[in-house]
């Protein structure tokens, strides 16, 4: 990391502030006294969060936005041909990624980071949680809001910092690491790393930054995360999961409707084999048994007590759009869920099926990126197998071109072929209202999942 002197006179434009990433970091730099703007084209609850506490935002990406700007932090998803990067970098004005920036603004603290394919954001949350309900006073960085917060970003008075770090374009290898945790690794991001061996490579990268001080936590039940720590040159790490060989040991999991229930059993080398019953975890499900445990093995590292780690896990909020409940009608249960890869969206139909097995259950997904669908097509077409009816909707393309040989009818008849359920086509969102209003009969479950638009079309459903 290359140290950079940023005073609190100097004024700092973020280019795509709306981001969930960007905007918690331009929140917590305005409320470190820093002086902060930025630019978006779109309105949302991110931008108005920022709003809300004094930062001024462009509703347009334009060149005048950066007159007299002193760095100019950009988000991942903008383009080098936005008007604003090729005007500061006119003007030879600092341009850092968000990565780069949270790297010096955490730089002093003691970091917990977590990262992996699926999950990162539930986990950031449930160790937040905990380190708040020790009285950590952590500052937090995530990739959801927290119900507890109603933010994304905040800003503690204590010496920690939990950060979810992203791994989609290389920039977690940015961060300054004591703790850190990782899920799992799956095929994704490719048209960033080009091939899974690079992705891979990057996870080991970042594994072997564990100092000799800090300590990784690993979920060995990934098989590519588990392959990986092979080839772990420090070895600093202590594994979980469902596995036998794992040092922090998932046992006799209870699924119910609103939450789990498990045991742990922890087998530290040099140490006598523990074992904590009854763990109460607000969520349903055994990729949040996972998460949470990840949570409890470092937080029992660091030498939270177990009381207080059960008690924030019995109490957790949970997270926006994490099979997040919106609202029931007439007996019909309406969810809402980021889910936009196949290990997710067959993670999100377990848990449901598990904890709901006589009901009905509506999958409505909007496939997000093309090019995640070009690759990952045969597995998105096994997705839907826990679900009883899959309602597909149009490609939110999330800035890509329109790819003209993608066919949703054939697309349809992959899922209903592999998965074996039929599949309703809609072309946009008035289509899924009239199909909701035609179609629901009593007690479904709808599960609306993707990373686009999906999210505000079932919160302006009209019934």
Same mark, same amino acid.
């Given at each position: 990391m290359n140290k950079i002197k940023i005073n609190l006179n100097q004024k700092i434009h973020f280019v795509g502030i709306g981001g969930i990433g960007m905007s918690g970091l331009a929140q917590i730099m305005k409320n470190m006294g820093f002086k902060i703007q930025g630019s978006d084209m779109v309105n949302s609850k991110n931008v108005e969060r920022c709003r809300k506490i004094g930062?001024?935002?462009? !509703?347009?990406?334009?060149?005048?936005?950066?007159?007299?700007?002193?760095?100019?932090?950009?988000?991942?998803?903008?383009?080098?041909?936005? @008007?604003? &990067?090729? +005007?500061?970098?006119?003007?030879? #004005?600092?341009?850092?990624? !968000?990565a780069e920036m949270l790297a010096h603004v955490v730089s002093l603290k003691t970091n917990v980071v977590v990262t992996g394919s699926h999950g990162k954001t539930t986990t950031t949350s449930l160790i937040s949680n905990v380190l708040s309900s020790a009285k950590f006073d952590p500052t937090i960085i995530n990739g959801g809001i927290i119900n507890s917060?109603?933010?994304? +970003?905040?800003?503690?008075?204590? /010496?920690? +910092?939990?950060?979810?770090?992203?791994?989609?374009?290389?920039?977690?290898?940015?961060? @300054? &690491?004591? $703790?850190?945790?990782? =899920?799992?690794?799956d095929r994704e991001h490719m048209e960033f790393y080009k091939n899974f061996k690079n992705l891979k490579n990057s996870f080991l990268n970042f594994l072997n930054k564990t100092p000799l001080i800090g300590k990784s936590f690993v979920c060995i039940d990934n098989a590519e995360l588990y392959k990986l720590t092979k080839k772990v040159k420090n070895k600093n790490f202590y594994s979980y999961g469902f596995s036998k060989k +794992?040092?922090?040991?998932?046992?006799? @999991?209870? $699924?119910?409707?609103? $939450?789990?229930?498990?045991?742990?059993?922890?087998? #530290? @080398?040099?140490? %006598?084999? %523990?074992?904590?019953?009854?763990? !109460?975890?607000?969520? &349903?499900?055994?990729?949040?048994?996972?998460?949470?445990?990840?949570?409890?093995?470092?937080?029992?590292?660091?030498?939270?007590? &177990?009381?207080?780690?059960?008690?924030?896990?019995?109490?957790?909020s949970g997270i926006q759009r994490r099979l997040t409940k919106l609202f029931n009608f007439k007996g019909r249960e309406f969810f809402d869920d980021y889910a936009h890869h196949p290990t997710e969206i067959k993670s999100v139909l377990k848990s449901l099926r598990v904890t709901s097995s006589d009901r009905k259950i509506i999958s409505v997904f909007q496939p997000h990126r093309y090019s995640r669908l070009k690759l990952l097509n045969k597995d998105f077409s096994y997705s839907f197998k826990d679900s009883d009816l899959v309602v597909l909707c149009p490609v939110y393309a999330a800035g890509e071109k329109i790819d003209k040989k $993608?066919?949703?009818?054939?697309?349809?008849?992959? #899922? =209903? *072929?592999?998965?074996?359920?039929?599949?309703?086509?809609?072309? /946009? *969102?008035?289509?899924?209202? /009239?199909?909701?209003k035609k179609n629901l009969i009593e007690n479904e479950i709808v599960i609306c999942m993707g990373a686009g638009s999906i999210s505000r079309w079932l919160r302006e459903m009209k019934f």
């Open positions: 930062i001024k935002v462009f !509703r347009s990406h334009k060149k005048e936005n950066i007159n007299n700007i002193s760095i100019l932090i950009k988000s991942s998803a903008i383009k080098n041909n936005n @008007p604003e &990067i090729k +005007a500061a970098k006119e003007k030879k #004005i600092i341009i850092l990624k !968000r917060f109603n933010s994304n +970003a905040k800003l503690g008075k204590g /010496n920690w +910092a939990v950060l979810e770090a992203d791994e989609s374009d290389g920039s977690f290898l940015n961060f @300054p &690491i004591n $703790y850190s945790v990782v =899920t799992n690794i +794992a040092n922090f040991q998932v046992l006799k @999991p209870l $699924y119910k409707k609103d $939450y789990s229930v498990f045991d742990l059993k922890i087998s #530290i @080398p040099g140490e %006598k084999i %523990k074992i904590i019953k009854k763990i !109460r975890l607000n969520l &349903i499900g055994s990729h949040n048994i996972l998460n949470s445990v990840a949570a409890i093995s470092l937080c029992l590292h660091i030498g939270i007590n &177990i009381k207080v780690i059960k008690r924030s896990l019995k109490n957790f $993608y066919d949703p009818i054939n697309f349809a008849k992959l #899922i =209903t *072929q592999r998965s074996n359920v039929q599949v309703i086509l809609v072309n /946009n *969102q008035k289509d899924l209202n /009239n199909f909701f």
